[in-house]
């Protein structure tokens, strides 16, 4: 059985930036209190005629890019996101076509901020299993299309933001996907949701006039599970695989709050300098958050080869994910 390794990585965020200045002149807010309560200082937002998969055709050719292949090699195509063009076409279809990944099956993947890491979980046993050489993982979200601008208990949070890994063979030992913790907890729904829009709560006058279309959350409630699930899960992960925080290089976790990030990480024994953390310049990117992080792990050269990485999300539904893999290139 073949390993599976990370080959590629492409980011793309839109140029447009709402800073916590702007918010403050939108919802009673302030700069101190975004900055304190939460560590952003700015978010990029995608212009009006930009959508999810405009960012992730951007990022798929950055990826493809780098490693120097064509999109025809290409097999699959997994987009991660809440936030797609629109239900159906699935986004990966609309960014199968743009790219020309004549050859690729795909799907969208729906499991909000840990959306990233199941599709790496998902691509890596693709290849694993031996019935895939290329897979492009995608994670994009336009949260901004989402986001209610008169909630401040949301608003601050979110930007938008896309990034691709491409996952491929190893036969190096050791090397790439180690292994994964995943898990879902429905409980969990009524606290991050965006209640209208699908078949419960179609579309309707009473619905845009009462703002169900935008995301809504108890943000004591997802902050707790976040901070409790992100530390047991990667200490779990770890020991399943007789390694311990000290084997880490880097913890690159769901930019959602600086302080769930850092109240994970210190519960884990993981030092400061070994936690990436660049909410400060795009907030919650929800699917994006991951490889735009890893990107500026590396850019950083706090993500090297022979590296062992740990990405852990958690998100809506609840969602939560957890993913060992030492960094190929
Ligand atoms: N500016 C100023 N005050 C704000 C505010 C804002 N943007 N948002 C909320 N407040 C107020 C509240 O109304 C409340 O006021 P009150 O005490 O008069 O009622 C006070 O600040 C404290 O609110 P609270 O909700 O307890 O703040 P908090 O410290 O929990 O921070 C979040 C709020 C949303 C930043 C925080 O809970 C959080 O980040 N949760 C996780 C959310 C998340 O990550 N979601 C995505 C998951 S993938």
Not at 57 to 82: F, H, M, P, S, Y
Not at 153 to 171: H, R, S
């Amino acid at each position: 059985m073949p390993g599976a390794k990370i080959s590629a990585l492409g980011c793309y965020v839109p140029p447009g930036v709402l800073t916590n200045q702007d918010l403050e002149r939108m919802v009673e807010t302030s700069n101190e209190w975004i900055l304190e309560r939460t560590g952003i200082v700015e978010r990029h937002i995608a212009s009006k005629d930009i959508a999810t998969s405009d960012m992730a055709v951007e990022a798929a050719k950055i990826a493809l890019a780098q490693r120097g292949i064509d999109a025809r090699e290409i097999e699959a195509v997994i987009v991660c996101t809440v936030t797609p063009d629109m239900l159906f076409p699935s986004t990966a279809c609309l960014v199968q076509d743009r790219i020309g990944a004549k050859g690729a099956w795909g799907f969208d993947l729906i499991a909000a901020c840990s959306g990233f890491v199941y599709g790496l979980t998902t691509a890596a046993h693709l290849v694993m299993a031996g019935t895939h050489k290329k897979v492009l993982v995608i994670g994009s979200d336009t949260m901004s299309r989402i986001i209610d601008y008169t909630d401040r208990g949301t608003c601050i949070l979110f930007g938008d933001g896309a990034g691709a890994m491409l996952i491929e063979p190893t036969d190096v030992p050791g090397e790439g996907f180690i292994g994964f913790l995943n898990e879902i907890d429905g409980s969990g729904g009524d606290f991050l949701k965006q209640p209208a829009g699908g078949s419960r709560l179609p579309a309707s006058a009473e619905t845009v006039e009462q703002r169900l279309h935008f995301v809504k959350q108890d943000g004591q409630q997802v902050f707790k599970y976040a901070v409790r699930k992100m530390y047991e899960m990667s200490r779990d992960l770890l020991q399943k695989h007789g390694l311990s925080s000290k084997d880490v290089k880097v913890l690159i976790p769901h930019q959602a709050n600086r302080r769930i990030i850092t109240a994970a990480a210190e519960r884990l024994g993981v030092s400061c300098d070994q936690v990436i953390i660049n909410i400060d310049r795009y907030g919650n990117t929800t699917a994006g958050t991951i490889p735009l992080a890893t990107r500026d792990a590396i850019e950083q050269g706090k993500l090297q080869k022979g590296d062992l990485v740990v990405f852990a999300t958690v998100g809506a539904g609840f969602t939560a994910g957890v993913n060992l893999w030492r960094w190929a290139y």
